[in-house]
């Protein structure tokens, strides 16, 4: 039962997170090395060791497209509410 209501709550915030516009809060890597801050208006920050960057970003198709100044890398939106980006790192949201 505990194993149901799990998947339900994990399926349900996937669905709501899928059907929104965009993400809103912040996520961080294992190590806390970076940081991302996600608005619903489309902006991201991201930091890594100090170093904050402003970027813009989209939500399509599971996928979550980062563009700045003309290059637009593209991260996985996994169903767990995580986000792989490139080489394999790991985007979890953090708590406040």
Known sequence: MRIRNTLLLAASAFVLLACSKGLDGTYKDELG???????????????????TKESTYVVEDNKVKISDQGDTTIYDLNTDGTIKGPLGMVLKPSQP
Not at 38 to 49: K, P
């Open 33 to 51: 090395i970076q940081k991302y801050e996600f608005q619903r208006d489309g902006t991201v920050y991201i930091s890594t060791m100090g170093i």
